[in-house]
Every structure is written in structure tokens, then in C-alpha cells.
């Protein structure tokens, strides 16, 4: 923990209890009460809703032709496959775009078309997207252009294709903004009137939709066999795109990846499983985690400081020498990235140590020539969480700043955004996380009106931490058996967290600080013993050093593997001191 910066502990937010609702869900289901009650706390109340969260399979996946302009960007491609024409796919730079760029690739390659692919390079500030990728277009007599995971913002750049006789499809699922380009289609569902069901599917799966509708015509036609394809291959890529990057698992979602982690099991992408050894991961149990924290950080950092298109050639190599070759340097590129992200993580939090009147303010904006352009995202994430405020991070380089924002679910950024359009070259992405371009001699008044509008629309409960929990759970009902049937509500992610318990319990004895900056607790409720560890917490080693101390306990149960014997642990997300034990855990709200 630095010195000087001590987090604020979270606000408690409880489930509501509903004791009717809870009884028929488990006689319905034969669930646990803590599972159904876990159910509940996030919103999941009909059977319909339950059965689909749980069960839901590939055939309940939405059909691809409810997209807007699906019947337009299928009708296209099959005319590029009757006239052998070449295909340019044009994929942003991050894991999604590199996942979504290899899955198109690969499927119209199958069908017999002839693809080229380009991904731009997230260390050159750039004030436009799509140009740069106009001559390759041309070089290779590409008749029709697909962009993967972006070109919702970009309508000038379309236009200048479509002044060279290339064709557009837009595959995309960032905002809009006003002005949407022309072109043969677009597939987003954000787009106002969209007929389909999915506002959360990332960008490489609108890609893998492109190709199921693709695939239903030609089949359709009698063109092509449904035994000589099967989609469901291309699903660890789908899984592995939107985990990255941080697609809400809910809906559709949740059975794209849920399968995505069947097909990653048994992969045959040499380069990924060459990977995957060198991350440690083991293929047959991959997780969440594992791809969020081990796989995309090595993808991730090619198109923060490499060449990202040796990502997709990863995802599509078939030969084992050089696929070693590509899986070590990736590796060896995330170690560069780390070291840079590092010096600049440094930099910007001595700043923050030395300014704290920055924390008067409801939002956070900094900016430098010294920071990397590809790593902002990452330390921008971070801040915006350690302070739990809307957070824009610019790195400027030639006279133009790069910048990245992160939010809060109080403060949605693209209403801010388009407020200030007049002042930003350009800008894009989510109302939690988007990127923006901006000369330099605008900096300081995008700063003032951002921190303003945070500071007119956020309250001070606003800009505290909040822990949301999700069942009360008693230490006898923590068991193996328990821990288990809590892979029902697997895959967890993004707006599917593992889920948060709550108890009280004393402790036995003091605390222990391990690794530094952690704490180690001996827990005791009814006689039974568990350890718990509170990552990041030895600073509050002070507060428990009382004898009788009686814990309020926010935590997540999970299996401690040790010399080969299995034992039940609590990460401690949180703890307040309760001497007087009351009879029942309030409501911090």
C-alpha cells in the first residue's frame, strides 16, 4: 500500500429478502436457499428468467437476421463469394477486434473467399481510423471492406471508401454517435430500432453472427452442407474476445461463453494452446480468470506496444515452429508492457500523493507526454476503481492527446462526451468505457467542463466504494458439496460476479500479515474454524488487534489447494468491528 492513501472501506449493500419468491424458486428448481437467494439479489425472479440463466443452451441463441441490416451484409457477401472478390477485414486493436478479425477470417476463408485482414497500431495516436488501411485495400483490389469491432463513429472515413469504390460492412457494437455512416449495412445493437435482443454482445460476437446468418443462406441454397460446418469451433474465440473485453455475461452472452470454455477445453489452435502452456493455464480447466488474467494481458499487449496483427496469426497458425516462436513473444511483449505500465502506474500515483485536492472534486483528469498511449487504459481502469470516480487519463504525443475514461455506474460518459464534441477530434466506445482524441490546446478546458459535470451530477455516497452482497451464509453451510453447486451459476464475469456472502463470526486469534500487504484471519462461528485472507489489507491489521473482537464478514468462499490437501478458505472482501454482536447485520445504507 502506498504510503498516504488509505482506500475508503465500502458501503454494504444487502439483497432484499423475499421469503415467498424464494420458497417456490427452490421447490420449482431443487436449489439451495443461499443459491436462490443469490438468485434473487440479482434480479432473476420468474422461472422463465431462472431457467434460461441456468440452463439456456445453443439452440436458444437469437437468431442473427434480427439484426437491422443483416439481409443486406449476408446478400453482399454472397455476391463476394459468386464473384470471387477479395475482402479487406478491418479489426480494432484489442483482444475483442484480434478475436473477432481471426473468426472472420477464418470462416470466409472456408467458404472460398480470399481475405486479407489489417489491425491498426495502438501506439500511434491517430486522428482518423479506417484510412490507414486504404492503400493495403487497394494494393490487394479489395472490392469490399469489414470492419470488426468499430466504424460506428467513423462516417468521413467511410465516405472516402465508398469514393473508391469499396464497399462497407460495419460490424461494431460501440455507441453511436449522430451521424451514422452510409454503407451497405451495419450491424450494431445499439442502434436506434434495432430488433435485436442483445445490447451486450461484444464485438467478435456481431463477427461470429455475420457468419451463423452467412451460414444459414448457403446452407439454405444447397451451396453447403451443415455437416461439413460447424460453427460451434469458432466459439472459443467468441469466448475468448468477450471476456477480454469485459462483455456483460448475461443473456446470450452467457451461452456464448459457456460453450466458448467447452470449445477452449479441446481447442486445435496450436498457437493458442502454445499459449496457454506458457501462461501455465491448463486447457481442460480453463476459467474466466484464466483468460481474463493470464491470456488476454499477452493478447492485449500487442496492440498497446507491438504489432497486434500477430495476434490474429496466433489465432489462425497452423505450424508448430512458428507458432512456439509467436506464443514466446507475446509473453515476452506483456513483461515490456508491465514494465512500462509500472513507470507510468508510479508516475501517476506519486502525482495523485502530492495533489490530494484533486479528490475535492467528483471526477479525476490527468494528462502527460510522459505516459505510454497503449497502457493508459489499463491504469485508467485502475484509478477509477481504487477512487471510484469518473476517471480520464491522456497521454499526448505530436501535439494530440490520446485519452482513455472510466466510469461509475452514477456517471454514464458519452452524454459528457457529446457535450464537449466540439472540442475533441473524435471519440467512442461505451457509457462505462471509451477512448477520445484531442489537440493539446484543448486539454485543460475539456478538464474543467468534465469535472464540472461530475461535480453537478454526483453526490458524496455517490463517489464511495460500494460492495454489493448477495446471501447471508452461515459457516456450517460451507461446505464442498456447497462450493460446488455454485458452478450453476458459472461463467462469472462482468455483471456476473462470483457472489459475495455475508456472516458474523469471532475471531480466534490475531491476525497475521502475509506477503506484506495481506492478512491472514482465524475465524470461529460455532466451534467451526476457517482461515481467511484479505488481500491488500495489512494496513488494517491495527483494528483487530482487540481480544473478544466479534467480525461482520463480506466474503467469497473458495477451495485452498496446499500440499495436496483441499481446505475451504474465505477471501475477505471486507470486515467491520462489531463488539457489541448484535442479533442481526444492518443495512449500511
Known sequence: MKKGYIPQNPLWIFPQEEPKDTENIIKEFNLHPVITQVLLSRNLKTFDEINSYLYAKLPNLINP???????AAVDRLYQAVKNQESILIYGDNDVDGITGTALLTEFLTFIGVKVFYYIPNRTAIRETILVDSLDIAKQNQCSLLITIDCGITAASEVEIFSQNHIDVIITDHHEPIALIPKCI???????????????????????FKLAHAVTNLLISKGEISSRKIDLKKYLDLVALG????????????RILVRYGLKQLNKTKRIGLTKLMHICDVKIAAITT??????IAPRLNSLGRIADPLKG?????IKEQKKAEELASDLDLNN????????????????????????FQDKAIVLHSSKWHPGIIPIITTRIAKQYNRPTAIIAIEDGIGKGSIRTIAEFPILPALRKQSDILINFGGHNFAAGFTIKTENIEAFKMQFIQLANEK?????????LHLDAQVDFKDLTFDFLESLNLLEPFGSENPFPVFYTEAKQAWPPKIVGKIHLKLYLDQSGRMLEGIAFGMAYRKRELMKKNVTLQLAFSPQVNNFLNKSSIQLQIRDFKINCLQPKKIKNSL
Do not use: C, W
Open 65 to 71: 437476421n434480427l439484426f437491422n441490416d443483416m439481409s
Open 185 to 207: 449495412a451495419i450491424l450494431n445493437p445499439k442502434l436506434l430500432h434495432n430488433t435485436y435482443g442483445n445490447k451486450d454482445i461484444t464485438g467478435v460476437g456481431v463477427a
Open 242 to 253: 468477450t471476456i477480454a473485453d469485459m462483455g456483460a455475461l448475461i443473456g446470450e452472452n
Open 289 to 294: 480468470t484464466d483468460i481474463a488474467s493470464k
Open 312 to 316: 490474429v496469426e496466433l489465432l489462425l
Open 335 to 358: 513483461i515490456e508492457r508491465q514494465k512500462i505500465e509500472r513507470k507510468d502506474s508510479d508516475d501517476i500515483t506519486e502525482y495523485t500523493l502530492n495533489h490530494p485536492e484533486i
Open 458 to 466: 454526483l453526490t458524496e455516497q455517490d463517489v464511495l466504494p460500494k
